[in-house]
């Protein structure tokens, strides 16, 4: 058989042990030594594909998508800089646990380390940011090759997708001829066969004593980015014990019940703090993005501390010892639901709600921030079932600082894993590519992170979606850090960047608008809602007097 072929069949039979395990999303970027991998890709029967020409956007989109469905989604590029360019989508996958699969062309080994063009060292690219690493040697149409070939596609869905779910990278060394002489007449469709992914519970003695110290004291639940297990809320019931839901949990936006969302400035409050002492702590999820919570929760040293990973990691809370127990979110609370757990007194829960409404009242009064103002209103316009997806930096902090709660379904997502400004635009592409909820898309970010990732306007300007662009002229959030009294603050910290949003939005064939104040907002965002496609919205933000509105707010609590 001949080398172009023999290149094609071997892809083919990767690419039907992927889809035989369930894959059905690739994402490929152009390029010559990937050619085998991309006519795999387009013929293959079950596979959907998407192709960006930037591997670093198109590394974030399919981040988007396997965030959204928790499938993994295979990303396929040629050969040098083009895999590197995956990193920083592989490092948020890594730490958020979502399952890519990389599948990068190389060169073969005659090629290697003799100054070959467009090849460098590719083999374990990615270090300890990946499950596993296979490299791949030529073609070989042998048929034990191609039988364990399949199962590799098998086994790399396995340990993208288990307990600690993540990227895993296939290094495919293809040699030339990359285009075959002849394409096959037609593939056949494989069967596909589901993974079976446990449930890791509790032993019963250990579930029993954890519950005796849970039963009649006054506990606190919190919820970190990533902590989306709709059963925490009816453990929190059960206890009569707060859920503190960060917006990246997701589970503010469900159903009112024991969620408190205002202790980022309830907690402030050196008065509340102590009067909110707690006798445990039970933790979900990553770290809370609100740093009076996590100064709360390090005060919290006389109380057991338990934070639950299915992977059994350690966690570290500044100033507590934290336990972790090793059982799936779903798991526990199930294992604990069907216990009878006795709650603690009324008004332990009712002190928490009757606060958190006074913060909302108070918010109600208060002159608020733009930012503040656009996010609740955008909040309180989304329809049932939408998703909403928040920039990092001052994005996410106005969102857990100010949004509430709400009972719409409201699904939330955020790269919180490595908390960068890179690839935010394309990785709301890749959601909204992937969302089928009856409500809309809205992502909410920075200027830097627009700016970072302008590509991702080719992906995104397909997608039914609607884009919060919060201009605050540069790194908003040094303004509240002690770099602000650095010299040179504005120009190595703060960055302004020298760009006109809407001529870049257009020259992408965009639809956009610029707003300044919150009535021109309110309208915008009503057109936005009844429009289709990319709908971006540039909140153009006086940083001063939004900082000075901010701090007003704060200082309400802190004392």
Known sequence: MEQGRCNLDWCLALLDGLASAGVEQVVLSPGSRNTPLTLATVLHPQLEHHVAVDERAGAFFALGIAMLTRKPVVLICTSGTAVANWFPAVVEANQQQIPLILLSADRPWELQQCLANQTMDQIKLFGSHVRAFHQLPVADFSRTAMRRLRMLGRQLVRESSGIDAGPVHANISLREPLVPESLPRSLSVVEVKALTKPQLLLPQEELHSLAAILSGKKGVIVCGPGATCAEVLYLGEAL????????????????????????????????????????????????????????????????????????????????????????????????????????????????????????????????????????????????????????????????????????????????????????????????????????????????????????????????????????????????????????????????????????????FSVASVQVRDMDAFAQAFSRAMAGEGMQLIEVVIDSGHSNELHRNVVAQWAN
């Open 240 to 507: 009569g014990c707060p859920v503190l839901a960060d917006p990246l949990s997701g589970l503010r936006y469900v159903s009112p019940g024991a969620v408190i969302s205002h202790y980022d400035l309830l907690l402030r409050s050196k008065a509340n703090a102590v009067q909110l002492q707690a006798e445990w702590v039970l933790h979900f999820g990553g770290t809370p993005v609100s740093s009076a919570l996590q100064l709360f929760l390090g005060g919290q040293d006389r109380a057991p501390y338990w934070w639950v990973d299915v992977c059994g990691r350690s966690m570290d809370i500044p100033g507590v010892m934290v336990e972790t127990l090793s059982a799936s979110a779903q798991g526990l609370c199930q294992q604990l639901l069907s216990l009878e757990l006795p709650p603690p007194a009324a008004d332990w829960l009712k002190s928490w709600q009757v606060l958190d409404r006074q913060v909302e009242e108070r918010l109600q009064q208060l002159d608020l921030p733009l930012e503040a103002q656009v996010i609740r209103h955008a909040l309180q316009e989304l329809p049932a079932q939408s998703l909403l997806f928040s920039g990092n930096s001052m994005a996410v902090r106005f969102l857990d600082a100010y949004s509430g709660v709400h009972s719409k379904d409201i699904a939330v997502y955020g790269n919180r894993g490595a908390s960068g400004i890179d690839g935010n635009l394309s990785t709301l592409a890749g959601l909204a590519s992937a969302h089928r909820g009856e409500g809309k898309v809205l992502g909410i970010v920075g200027d830097l992170a627009f700016f970072h990732d302008l590509n991702a306007l080719a992906l995104a300007r397909d997608q039914d979606m609607i884009l919060l662009l919060l201009n605050n002229q540069g790194g908003g959030i040094f303004d509240f850090l002690p770099q602000r009294e650095l010299p040179e603050y504005e120009a190595c910290w703060r960055t302004p960047v020298v760009l006109d949003y809407m001529q870049a939005s257009a020259a």
